[in-house]
């Protein structure tokens, strides 16, 4: 077995810490071939898709790839900015804003983002972070809720990358936070922020992510944990069980996955007269195809379609300074005991490479 080449200056040198912060991924262009490459990557992911691989093989690439690549191209295209994928430019932003907060905190840590599928590759960053002298790391998903299809997904590719390395840097895995006290509050302000500036919603909805029912039959706490969110924010919003409804979207294949479904749900809604509804996603923390395309764009034309008169889309939380806030909170815990803190001689550099960082996010259009 050929192990990877260790950095010529790792004897004798102070380990550095760093932060992963893994996002799902995204295509490198609006293109039907750039989408088709990123949808093979995914959607060959055994965790994603428990289909016997032989089985599986055939529908992808005879049914699944040549035609919804197109389709998924023309959805990205609606959402595409001048920056860049949505998902990736927000992900980048968090980082960099990450890096700059825990700086502030007195953390002296290297923070980077990496996708599961598509460039920056999650093993192409570590090896990076390994040239860079890091024999700390913190792999910390975007994914407030643990499912086996995305958090252990990551988990599964980190551990790949390690086989191939002889001196295997100290890892630490963040496997959710969906009950985290800062999450939660930062969900229910950026809700009630929205309203004070809109007014309220005859019924807000509560979109996560769906996966196919069987993954919860076979133990997956996805579900459990969505809820339990959505209960912490409805509390902190102080809304009557009435006032709000759970659903699941992005359903794929005919398979039943978890219900309520979302675009049926607000079809319904518009039916029984309900006027307004305002929409958040809580499980996506960066705005993505997923919130901009198939709520604010396919969800919007559902629920007027049906009759409803007022849709809101709330977005993820994106930059928000509570949810930067929230997140260096839940790395500082999970590098507890880790020589983070700067020391004298070097704390006035570190402030100022955290300024840096945030100054850099800022011009990216992060808010300040």
């Known amino acids: 077995m050929r192990f990877l080449p260790e950095p010529p200056y790792t004897h004798g040198t102070v380990a550095r810490t760093a932060i992963v912060l893994a996002n799902l991924g995204t295509p490198e262009a609006p293109t039907a071939p750039a989408v088709r490459r990123y949808l093979k990557e995914f959607l060959s992911d055994p965790r994603v898709v428990e289909i016997p691989k032989a089985v599986w093989w055939f529908i992808l690439h005879g049914l699944i790839l040549p035609f919804r690549s197109r389709q998924s ?31 502030e905190q007195g953390h002296e840590v290297q923070v980077v983002h990496a996708m599961r599928y598509g460039a920056p590759s999650l093993p192409g960053v570590l090896q990076q972070l390994k040239s860079e002298g890091c024999d700390r790391i913190l792999v910390l998903p975007a994914y407030p ?34 009950d985290d006290e800062g999450y939660v509050d930062a969900l229910a302000a950026s809700i009630r922020d929205y309203w004070g500036m ?10 996560f992510h769906g996966l196919p029912k069987r993954s919860l039959l076979l133990g997956d706490p996805y579900h459990c ?73 396919e969800g919007k034309h559902a ?31 999970h590098m507890s005991g880790w020589p983070t803190r700067t020391n004298p001689d070097t704390g006035e550099k570190r402030k100022a490479e955290s300024e840096l960082a945030r100054t850099r996010a800022v011009q990216l259009g992060a808010p300040r």
Not at 78 to 95: C, F, R, Y
Not at 199 to 207: E, K, T
Not at 240 to 267: C, D, H, K, M
């Open 198 to 207: 809109h007014g309220r919603p005859d019924q807000l909805v509560m979109s």
């Open 145 to 178: 809720q643990y499912s086996a299809t995305t958090s252990a997904s990551i988990f599964d590719v980190v551990q790949d990358h390690l086989r191939w390395v002889r001196n295997v840097p100290e890892l630490r895995l963040v496997k959710h936070y969906h």
């Open 303 to 333: 629920f007027l379609t049906a009759g409803g008169k007022q849709f809101h889309y709330i977005p993820c939380l994106n930059e928000s300074p509570r949810w930067i806030a929230a997140l260096s909170n839940i790395a500082e815990r």
């Open 73 to 103: 191209a023309r959805k990205y295209a609606s959402i595409w900015t001048d920056e860049g994928s949505p998902l990736k430019v927000h992900t980048e932003k968090q980082a960099l804003l990450l890096r700059g907060y825990l700086g």
């Open 225 to 297: 944990e969505c809820q339990k969110t959505a209960r912490l924010v409805a509390e902190r919003l102080q809304l009557a069980e009435g006032q709000y409804v759970v659903t699941f979207q992005s359903r794929l294949g005919r398979a039943e996955w978890l219900q309520p479904y979302t675009a049926p749900t607000l079809e319904t809604l518009a039916k029984n007269g309900v006027g307004r509804v305002d929409v958040v996603c809580p499980g996506f923390v960066a705005d993505c195809l997923e919130t901009l395309e198939e709520i604010a764009i």
